[in-house]
C-alpha cells in the first residue's frame, strides 16, 4: 500500500464534526503503523457550509468530491435550518453528492453485535447473530423522478405530487450489485417494492426476474411487497441476507432494520457508483445515524458507526480487508472491555465520552498489532 489515497472529509453538522475527529485518529494510527498514506482534505457541507456560502455545497466541494478516491461523510440537518427553502436545506448537500456522483448503490448493513445483543428493542433470541445487507436504490425513484412541484388546477385545486419512475438500466444496475453481493454472503436476495399496486413496482419485478434469470440463477431469489417486508423485519429479521429496494422503501426499511440492533450509533454505510475503466468507482461512506443536533458538542456521540464506515471505505475501495478486518476487532475489543457511549449505555458498564471510545479502538489497535 504505497499509493497515495486521496481522501475528503465532509463532517457536516451536529455531531458529524466530533466523530470524525474520533475517524481521523484512526486514519493516522493506520498511516503510521500499516504504512498506508492518505491525503486527507476537508470540505464544509449542510447547515454549515449553508452559514459560509449560502447554500449546501458549493461547485467546489463537488468537484473535489469527484476528484477524491473516497469521500467520508458525518452527517447534515438542524432544528435552525428548519425554515430554510427546499433547495438550500442542508439534506439538499447530501442528495446532490448523491446524484452527481452517481452513487446508485447503497450498502446499509444491520448488524448485532454480540455485546450489543441486549441493546435491541426486540427479544435477544431474536436478533442476536442478526447480520443483513439493504441495498438501497439512491440517485432514482421518488426522490428525484419528475414531474415533482405543488400547482393549482383550473378549478383552484391545489396539489402537491411527487414521481415515483424507474428505467431498467437503474433497477439492473443496483440489482446486480445486490446478487453479487450476495453471492460472497448468504447467497440470498430479497428484492422488494409494491408490484401488487404500483406499475414502477411490477416493472422492477419483472426487471429482477429476468436479470436473475439471466446472471444469478445460482443465488436464491424472493419478491416481497415493501410492507411485508417492514413487519417480517421485526417478526423474524433473520431469514434474511441482502435486501435491494427502491430508494423510499429503502430509505424506510434501512431506519427499521437499523433499529432492530438497538444502535443506530453503531451502524455504518456505504453509497457506491459504477468502476471505471481503471477499476475505480466513485464511493462516498457514511454512518447511518443522523446530525443529533441534541446532543452536539458535548462529547456523548458514539464514535463507532463513523469508524466503521471508514472500515467499509477500506474494504470497497482500498481492498484492504485485512486492515478493516484489524479495525473491526478493535471496536469489538472496546465494546467488550464494557465501554459504552450514552446510546449503546447499559446496566453495569462503564460510561465513554466520544474521545474515550477513540482512545479505546486506538489501545486496542495497538494491542491487536502487538
Ligand atoms: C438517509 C436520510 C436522507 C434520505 C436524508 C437526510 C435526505 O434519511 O440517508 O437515510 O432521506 O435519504
Ligand atoms: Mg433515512
Known amino acids: 500500500m504505497t499509493s497515495n489515497k486521496r481522501i475528503l472529509i465532509l463532517a457536516g453538522d451536529g455531531i458529524g464534526p466530533e466523530v470524525m475527529a474520533q475517524v481521523e485518529r484512526v486514519m493516522e494510527w493506520l498511516a503510521a503503523r500499516r504504512a498506508f498514506s492518505f491525503e486527507v482534505s476537508g470540505g464544509l457541507v449542510g447547515g454549515a457550509c449553508y452559514e459560509a456560502h449560502g447554500t449546501p455545497l458549493t461547485d467546489e466541494t463537488l468537484a473535489d468530491a469527484l ?3 473516497a469521500v467520508l ?7 435552525q435550518w428548519d425554515d430554510v427553502a427546499r433547495h438550500a436545506r442542508p439534506e439538499m448537500g447530501i442528495l446532490r453528492l448523491r446524484k452527481e456522483m452517481d452513487l446508485y448503490a447503497n450498502l446499509r448493513p444491520a448488524l448485532v453485535f454480540d455485546p450489543l445483543v441486549a441493546a435491541s428493542t426486540l427479544k435477544e433470541d431474536v436478533v442476536r447473530g442478526l447480520d443483513l445487507m439493504i441495498v438501497r436504490e439512491l440517485t432514482g425513484g421518488i426522490y428525484f423522478g419528475e414531474p415533482r412541484g405543488v400547482d393549482t388546477l ?4 391545489r396539489r402537491g405530487f411527487d414521481t415515483e419512475v424507474y428505467s431498467a438500466f437503474e433497477i439492473e ?3 446486480r450489485v445486490a446478487f453479487e453481493l450476495a453471492r460472497r454472503r448468504g447467497n440470498r436476495v430479497h428484492s422488494v417494492e409494491k408490484a401488487n399496486v404500483m406499475e414502477s413496482g411490477k416493472f422492477w419485478r419483472d426487471e429482477v426476474t429476468a436479470l436473475h434469470a439471466a446472471d444469478y440463477a445460482d443465488v436464491e431469489l424472493q419478491h416481497m411487497y415493501a410492507d411485508n417486508c417492514a413487519m417480517q423485519l421485526v417478526r423474524q429479521p433473520r431469514q434474511f441476507d441482502v435486501i435491494v429496494t427502491g430508494n423510499l422503501f429503502g430509505d424506510l426499511l434501512s431506519d427499521c432494520a437499523a433499529m432492530l440492533t438497538g444502535s443506530l450509533g453503531m451502524l455504518p454505510s456505504a453509497s457506491l ?3 471505471d475503466a481503471g477499476g475505480r468507482r466513485k ?3 457514511e454512518p447511518v445515524h443522523g446530525s ?3 446532543i452536539a458538542g458535548q462529547g456523548l456521540a458514539n464514535p463507532l458507526a463513523a469508524i466503521l464506515s471508514f472500515t467499509m471505505m ?3 475501495s482500498f481492498d484492504a480487508a485485512d486492515d478493516a478486518d484489524l479495525i473491526e476487532g478493535a471496536v469489538q475489543d472496546a465494546l467488550a472491555q464494557g465501554l459504552r457511549t450514552a446510546d449503546i449505555m447499559q446496566d453495569g458498564m462503564t460510561g465513554a465520552s466520544t474521545e474515550a471510545m477513540g482512545d479505546a479502538v486506538l489501545g486496542a489497535l495497538d494491542r491487536r498489532a502487538g
Open 314 to 316: 477500506l474494504r470497497y
Open 67 to 69: 476528484a477524491a478516491d
Open 73 to 79: 461523510f458525518g452527517a447534515v440537518g438542524g432544528p
Open 154 to 157: 383550473a378549478d383552484g385545486t
Open 292 to 294: 443529533a443536533p441534541d
Open 283 to 285: 464511493a462516498l461512506y
Open 273 to 275: 457508483g459504477a468502476s
Open 173 to 175: 444496475r443496483v440489482c
